[in-house]
């Protein structure tokens, strides 16, 4: 408790170089969590140690207007074998990364059927090859249209059937 009473008090009113000298002076009580030194728990403090770089993960692409079924890699399948006979969907390799508020597709009786994915905690939701794939928890005869709708924070991506091909929910597209 003493050592945090410093630490604060010496925030208020001193700039970085101030802080490393009083953790300096505490000794080898105070460490990072992988037990180096004090220096190198709190070396980055002012400046200097680099930083490593973090790899960014790819973003899905913002996208305008609705992406089609059957057209650039997007795959409404009616009956996967995997559980048997529901619905399973394929999107554009273009999207490498889940969506973050999920896929529904919408059932006959109003209600959202979230599609997911095969692999636990979405470890592996990508095949054919890298091409985001979702399962459906109903038969084809049981979705009111060839629709899925797919949200993360920045955006709303729709995907569907063609023109007049919107109620074949148990033909394949693509």
Sequence with gaps: MKHLIIIL????SSGCGEIKKAFDSIGDEVTDPINNSVDDAIGDIDG???QPEIEAQKENPIVSGVQIFGKNGNLWKPVSDNPPGNLVVLFDSKFPKLFSRGC??????GKKDFLWCNQPAGSNCFSNPNRMTLRGNYKCSEYKSVRVVCEEEKQTVIFEAPQGQKKN????LG
């Design 169 to 172: 929910t148990c033909k394949r």
């Design 104 to 109: 529904y597709a919408t059932l006959k009786s």
């Design 48 to 50: 200097s140690e680099p």
């Design 9 to 12: 008090i010496l925030l208020s």
